[in-house]
């Protein structure tokens, strides 16, 4: 299996989420973020919820 990163997340009125790549888009009752070290700037709205942990 490969790994496909998410471009976008959509909230869906009716419930659930929208996840979008470069391959395709899903429906999803619920999503997870991992991040690491280095976030980009897929999702801005979590890289403001991160707290730096050492």
């Known amino acids: 299996m490969s790994a496909t990163a998410a471009v976008a997340l ?3 009125p ?3 989420f929208l996840v ?3 391959h395709g888009a899903i429906r999803a009752k619920q999503v997870m ?6 976030s ?8 403001e ?3 730096q942990r050492r």
């Open 10 to 12: 959509h909230h869906v």
């Open 14 to 16: 009716t419930g659930g």
């Open 20 to 22: 979008e790549s470069l």
């Open 33 to 38: 973020a991992a991040t690491d070290a280095y």
């Open 40 to 47: 980009d700037k897929a999702m801005p709205w979590f890289r």
């Open 49 to 51: 919820r991160l707290t």
